[in-house]
């Protein structure tokens, strides 16, 4: 069964700091990789997906994501936050393009001036 | 266009009722997805429907929930007898059977059982 870890709860960023949430997952095989933003009273909403080939993927409202196989790894970057970008963020995997997913359990960020 | 929504945004009831909750995919989706949002438990599968095929159902936490799809358009997911730990926001979701992959949230009802 897959499982994701997200071993940050809640992080706290000066505006126009660089941010890096963390993403570790469990699957035997290669997996279909989310990250969903959900701002307050909001839904759900993807920022970045992976599948295959460049490990590096960008996503919207400037974020970034890397893929690391041999450390089961899929961490969500920021280089500039804006105060915006405070919300809780869900990073997440699937077996497959159309399966359920399986979500971590968030991690809050905070952005102060 | 449209995107995934659901009725009603908020729904408060006396344990022991049932409820039921309304989802409307994206015109043309041919997968649904329940999920449920709870603090304890964060996010968490509960059915899914692709096509005509038969339900996964490995999600539901009791023989309480029960979900439907009529049409292969609106799903209504009930919940009969509730209890106070079926409070949560539940969460609808569809998508395409296409490389894109990506499920389109809905804003989610809050359910509260009092």
């Known amino acids: 069964a897959q499982s994701v870890t997200q071993p940050d709860i809640h992080i706290t960023v000066s505006e126009g700091a660089s941010l890096e949430l963390r993403c570790n997952y469990s699957?035997?095989?290669?997996?279909?990789l989310f990250w969903y933003v959900q701002s307050p009273g909001q839904g759900l909403q993807l920022l970045l997906k992976?599948?295959?080939?460049?490990?590096l993927v960008q996503g919207i409202k400037g974020f970034e994501a890397e893929f690391k196989r041999s450390q089961s790894s899929f961490n969500l970057r920021k280089p500039s936050v804006h105060w915006s970008d405070a919300a809780e963020y869900f990073c997440?995997?699937?077996?497959?393009?159309?399966?359920?997913?399986?979500f971590g359990k968030g991690t809050r960020l905070s952005v102060i001036a | 266009g449209a995107g995934v929504s659901q009725s009603p945004s908020n729904k408060v009831t006396e344990k022991g009722k049932d409820v039921e909750l309304r989802c409307d995919p994206i015109?043309?989706?041919?997968?649904l997805y329940w999920y449920r949002q709870s603090l304890g438990q964060g996010l968490e599968f509960l059915i899914y429907?692709?096509?005509?095929?038969?339900?996964?159902k490995s999600g539901l936490p009791s023989d309480r929930f029960s979900a439907e799809r009529t049409g292969g358009s609106v799903s209504t997911l009930t919940i009969q007898r509730t209890q106070q730990e079926d409070s949560a926001v539940y969460l609808c979701?569809?998508?395409?059977?296409?490389?894109?992959?990506?499920?389109?949230f809905g804003p989610g009802t809050r359910l509260t059982v009092t």
């Open positions: 997440a995997v699937a077996a497959s393009g159309n399966t359920p997913l399986v």
């Open positions: 979701a569809s998508t395409q059977t296409s490389a894109a992959y990506e499920q389109y």
């Open positions: 015109s043309g989706h041919t997968a």
């Open positions: 429907f692709q096509g005509n095929s038969a339900p996964d």
């Open positions: 699957y035997g095989a290669t997996p279909y």
């Open positions: 992976y599948f295959s080939g460049d490990t």
